[in-house]
């Protein structure tokens, strides 16, 4: 017998590309069947506001869907991933901590590919309807808001998911939870309670709550606010990224369970 | 890489609450070796080899692979390594199994593509098939063919043809052993199936409640462990010593009974006691090892 030789790590890009194809492989049946969903519904449209004549704006920031493609799409990264067990993936030659941010950011590709394909025909339509792609109340800055939106709420929900072993039930543990506090503090009168449901606003509907990170706070006033869209991009991006790292971290090679 | 062992552990424990699923494991694998690991349901097989692959932390002791820490050097350690876990689950169920192979080769530089066709053609696997739709017997094909796709230093093999049938299970030891002479491995097979690896093991290692109770060559196996058929005296009785080992008077005239330890010695010390040995048998690998598992081991 030969003496054996020692086998090398592979390279961080073909990992990536690997997690690439991977995330992007979905199931044949769904995906073809929502692909036609997708076109067809996009068709229509077109074809609707062709017909009726109505000319149609670019209002990059009013597209508040992306954050939320953002805040489910860990779910299909990591589908049939067993993230806390003896999974597949953590078999694979590759530090584990390293492994789990390429799944994230394989998903973070293809979901900034999707946001752009939306985005190039939500402005051929509006060319095609004859609209104006500058729209006066829009500067060309917030053309970036599709795509930082659903950054920050993807780097989020995949942190919440690489950090606790069952999402679903902290979810609905904590709406319970809130259900149940807010009652008791209500029938008690309590301050504290004014005091957290201020909070809670204040992260929605603030200046730099989701509102500003998803519309440039279009739903909550008239124009959109470029200043308080960049803050809450950045302060959103910023904790997503710093709660990513802390989770994946969860999952190190050396960590003592 | 040549010489030594290929796999170690030192001390490695682990306790899931208040069981022990290992305590203080000592495992040398030389390398070259076909190291068999035996023992029953819960002694702590799986768990040697998932805290090999780091998929389990140990609470204390460590683990290497050709030197490597298993810990510190996790995946350096994994990439020497071909794994076939116990349960047959991929993770990747909505993968055609063709795309599952492309997938795991870009992991390791050494894949060998037409190595892992001809080993998906000789396990009869369709690679234009699903991974979810595959049965267990099919999934385990397809680990093994994910598991030598690569020509890894050492395999780890989990109860590997636990879910074939008879004819594909003597297909994948001839694989095993095809393997073996052209590609220089160290494999590590944890089975209940000891009776199939007769040919191939020449190591054994046995697990009972955690503890590695027994650890030697197949040779070394085989002249430890015997079969004695030994004449009596009426009413005689085996002296405290001789119970120990595991010997126990049953009023007959001849017994036989499977006794481990050095054959002089105790053929000495039956001798001294009053009775007469008549013959000494080797036992087969499979009887030798549950010599080890057996807390009564008269025959």
């Not at chain 1, 073909?14 to 997690?19: F, K, N, R, S, T």
């Not at chain 1, 599709?146 to 069952?166: D, I, K, Q, V």
């Not at chain 1, 470029?226 to 960590?255: D, F, I, M």
């Not at chain 2, 000789?122 to 063919?145: H, I, N, P, Y």
Request: hydrophobic share 45%; glycine share 8%; proline share 5%.
């Amino acid at each position: 017998m030969t003496s054996t030789t020692f086998h090398l790590t592979p390279r961080t890009r073909d990992v990536l590309v690997a997690q690439i194809r991977a995330a992007g492989l979905p199931p044949r049946g769904p995906f073809l069947a929502a692909t036609a969903v997708v076109v067809l519904a996009m068709l229509l449209i077109t074809i609707q506001s062709l017909n009726t004549g109505e000319v149609i704006a670019f209002h990059p920031e009013h597209q508040m869907w992306s954050g939320i493609v953002g805040l489910l799409l860990p779910i299909w990264v990591w589908r049939g991933e067993e993230r806390f067990g003896a999974s597949f993936l953590w078999t694979l030659p590759v530090d584990r901590w390293r492994h789990a941010l390429a799944k994230v950011f394989a998903g973070w590709v293809w979901l900034m590919g999707g946001v752009a394909l939306f985005v190039l025909w939500s402005l051929a339509l509006t060319l095609l309807s004859g609209g104006n792609i500058l729209a006066e109340e829009t500067l060309p800055l917030l053309w970036l808001a599709p795509f930082t939106s659903p950054t920050a709420t993807y780097l989020l929900a995949s942190a919440f998911g690489l950090a606790t072993r069952h999402p679903l039930r902290w979810i609905v543990g904590s709406v319970i939870g809130f259900f149940i506090v807010s009652r008791v503090g209500e029938v008690v009168n309590a301050m504290w309670l004014r005091s957290v449901l201020a909070l809670l606003e204040s992260l929605v509907e603030g200046p730099y709550g989701l509102d500003a990170l998803l519309t440039a706070r279009t739903t909550s006033q008239a124009l959109p606010d470029v200043g308080q869209w960049a803050t809450a991009t950045l302060l959103w991006t910023g904790t997503g990224l710093v709660t990513l790292w802390a989770a994946a971290s969860r999952h190190r090679e050396s960590r003592r369970a | 890489m040549s010489g030594g062992n290929a796999v170690t552990t030192h001390g490695i424990s682990k306790r899931y609450g208040r069981e022990t699923a290992l305590d203080g494991v000592n495992l040398r694998v030389p390398e070259g070796a076909v190291y068999v690991l035996v023992g029953a349901n819960g002694a702590g097989k799986s768990t040697t080899l998932k805290v090999l692959m780091n998929l389990e932390r140990a609470d204390a002791g460590t683990a290497e692979i050709h030197g490597l820490d298993t810990v510190r050097r996790g995946p350096e350690a994994r990439a020497q390594v071909g794994y076939v876990p116990e349960r047959p689950d991929h993770g990747y169920r909505w993968m055609m199994c063709r795309g599952l192979l492309k997938h795991v080769a870009a992991y390791y530089p050494t894949w060998d593509h037409p190595y892992a066709d001809r080993l998906s053609l000789a396990f009869g696997l369709r690679l234009d098939r699903q991974v979810a739709t595959l049965s267990k017997g099919e999934s385990r094909r397809l680990q093994l063919v994910l598991a030598l796709g690569h020509r890894p230093p050492v395999l780890l093999l989990d109860e590997p043809t636990d879910g074939l049938d008879p004819v594909v299970r003597s297909r994948t030891l001839s694989l095993l052993a095809e393997h073996l002479a052209d590609t220089p491995t160290t494999i590590l097979i944890s089975t209940h199936h000891i009776h199939e690896l007769e040919s191939l093991a020449d190591h054994v290692g046995v697990l009972r409640d955690g503890r590695l109770v027994a650890q030697m060559s197949r040779d070394e196996l085989q002249r430890t462990v015997g079969r004695y058929r030994v004449e009596i005296p009426m009413g005689w009785q085996a002296t405290r010593e001789l119970q120990v080992a595991g010997v126990r008077a049953n009023g007959v005239r001849e017994a036989q009974w499977t006794l481990v330890g050095d054959q002089r010695e105790l053929i000495d010390r039956l001798t001294l006691a009053g009775a007469h040995v008549r013959e000494v048998q080797p036992l087969a690998l499979a009887d030798a090892a549950l010599a080890f598992l057996e807390h009564e081991v008269t025959r």
